[in-house]
């Protein structure tokens, strides 16, 4: 069983466009959701976070965008560059002992 | 500073061999975690260390995998008698407890099983 789904697989985007990725989870005990950032032949990174008790959080470009209810979290990139091209990845935890983590977004931003 | 290391970086292995993988977190960082990323999947989480005890190992996919950290530093991840389905990139990652949002990843160890 999948908790955390993630959409789409692969995205292409123009610079100086939005790129969006979506994730949906189904267990209402998480409460804590990154977005992590993965280039070829690296670890993953941590680019932002969000708690369920806010519905947005902005960090520079990045964005996530939280909906409870819908139980569904996005992350927005605003302005993309060729240089945000990488996989990026949503997860969900409730005791900072186990992560979930969706399939992964491969994004393209082209020139 | 260091970062997360691990070692080997790549691993190519024959059927039936055993296999261990080696992660050397950031100094000071007593939370330790596990995953596998099999091509063009997400992360899997294996299991959780907090110091030397590992309070989570739900992760693990069968008796053939096993991991210790001794020290409260190095991790060693073991899988005996691997199996062709074994073959993807475990990743390590640390963090400091307390603060264990924020997961440092090392940048992994592939292995190919053939």
């Known amino acids: 069983q999948q908790q955390v789904k993630q959409s789409p697989q692969s995205l292409i985007v123009q610079k100086g466009g939005i790129s969006i990725i979506n994730c949906a989870y189904e267990?209402?005990?998480?409460?804590?959701f990154p977005w992590y950032q993965q280039f070829p032949g690296k670890g993953p990174a941590l680019l932002i976070a969000?708690?369920?008790?806010?519905s947005e959080k902005k960090e520079g470009r990045f964005t996530i965008s939280f909906n409870k209810s819908a139980k569904q979290f996005s992350l927005h990139i605003m302005d993309s560059q060729p240089g945000d091209s990488a996989t990026y990845f949503c997860?969900?935890?409730?005791?900072?002992?186990?992560?979930?983590f969706g399939s992964g977004t491969k994004l393209n931003v082209k020139p | 500073g260091a970062g997360v290391s691990q070692s080997p970086s790549n691993k190519v292995t024959e059927k039936g061999k055993d296999v261990e993988l080696r992660c050397d977190p950031i100094?000071?960082?007593?939370?330790l975690y596990w995953y596998r990323q099999s091509l063009g999947q997400g992360l899997e989480f294996l299991i959780y260390?907090?110091?030397?005890?590992?309070?989570?190992k739900s992760g693990l996919p069968s008796d053939r995998f096993s991991a210790e950290r001794t020290g409260g530093s190095v991790s060693t991840l073991t899988i005996q008698r691997t199996q062709q389905e074994d073959s993807a990139v475990y990743l390590c990652?640390?963090?400091?407890?307390?603060?264990?949002?924020?997961?440092?990843f090392g940048p992994g160890t592939r292995l190919l099983v053939l």
């Open positions: 969000i708690r369920p008790d806010v």
């Open positions: 100094s000071g960082h007593t939370a």
């Open positions: 990652a640390s963090s400091f407890f307390g603060a264990q949002e924020t997961q440092y």
């Open positions: 260390f907090q110091g030397n005890s590992a309070p989570d």
């Open positions: 997860a969900a935890s409730f005791s900072l002992n186990k992560f979930y």
């Open positions: 267990n209402t005990a998480f409460d804590y």
